[in-house]
């Protein structure tokens, strides 16, 4: 029998991230629209399929852990992206290279088959449209700590063009790909480099009326982000906005769930960050505003659940 496909509409992306669709930016309609994200249910074959590659990869991966130790890994692969861009100036060029196709991925906590060509990727410009237009619209300054190869700053700098917008990262491939991309789009985007690890070491000037972004960055630090959370604190923008996979969301009751949060563990992603964020509300430092976990992501785990809070 064969099984029906199924799309992500506007219906479906309002459940998947807990909001009525009538509050969906006309942005974010229109890329759901343009994107047309098709999947399907998994037979009993396919589900083995997907269970074994997620353990072959963990096996692979095993020693491979986030933190300070794979600083050059990055600086080698912004590398790749710079060089890439500077031959054509071509925004495709920006695309990480850890955005590669995926036959099978995670939604509504088991796997499906995807049906659309960069169905994650595409998600998650979906997912932008929606979550950082609402939230940073009325805000001037935007600051993308951990911007990588400048893809979510060139896509957001496309929707919201009256904004300044500052890209943060450890590497300095990073900082000057930010930089050309604001020459190359003649727009207010600048890149700067900035430690995670090592926040105290940058005097960066944070205006009124500012906003702190993430996109799967923060994942990098693992348990240490005290003294990340102390410098944006200390700074107090207007909103903080974190799309990050976070491990206190997951259902340990659900197999899938489970399975990604294990993966989660074992890469040493962001652990006990949501935690540390009630802690903090407890004591009257900050107020969480939104805490939705969003049940997508690669085959791997979850990658970007939000986060909405503001120091006070």
Not at 25 to 50: G, K, M, Q, S, V
Request: aromatic share 12%; glycine share 6%.
């Amino acid at each position: 029998m064969e099984i029906p496909s199924m799309k992500i509409d506007e219906q479906k992306f309002s459940e998947m991230i807990n909001v009525d669709s009538s509050s969906l930016t006309p942005e974010c309609r229109n890329l759901i629209d343009l994107y047309n994200l098709e999947y399907r249910h998994l037979d009993r074959c396919e589900f083995e399929d997907a269970l074994v590659e997620i353990f072959k990869h963990a096996q692979r991966r095993r020693q491979s852990k986030s933190g300070k130790a794979r600083k050059q890994e990055w600086e080698a692969g912004w590398k790749q992206n710079l060089d890439l861009f500077a031959q054509d100036k071509d925004i495709r060029r920006l695309k990480p290279g850890y955005f590669r196709h995926e036959e099978y991925l995670r939604l509504d906590g088991t796997y499906v088959k995807s049906l659309t060509d960069d169905f994650v990727f595409k998600f998650l410009k979906i997912l932008q449209a929606h979550i950082y237009v609402n939230q940073i619209r009325d805000l001037s300054h935007i600051f993308e700590l951990g911007c990588g190869s400048g893809h979510n700053l060139a896509s957001l700098s496309e929707l919201l063009p009256d904004h300044k917008f500052v890209g943060l990262d450890w590497t300095q491939c990073a900082s000057d790909l930010v930089t050309m991309i604001g020459h190359t789009l003649d727009r207010s985007i600048k890149g700067s480099v900035f430690d995670f690890f090592s926040p105290e070491d940058y005097n960066i000037n944070v205006p009124e009326n500012s906003a702190f972004i993430t996109t799967g960055a923060f994942e990098q630090v693992g348990d240490n982000h005290e003294k990340l959370l102390n410098f944006i604190i200390d700074k107090k923008p207007q909103k903080v906005i974190n799309l990050e996979p976070i491990h206190e969301f997951y259902n340990e009751d659900n197999l899938s769930d489970l399975i990604s949060l294990e993966y989660h563990l074992q890469r040493g992603y962001l652990k006990n960050y949501y935690t540390t964020l009630l802690e903090f509300q407890d004591k009257g430092l900050i107020e969480i505003e939104v805490a939705q976990k969003v049940n997508f992501g690669g085959l791997f785990h979850d990658g970007w659940s939000i986060l909405v809070w503001r120091p006070l």
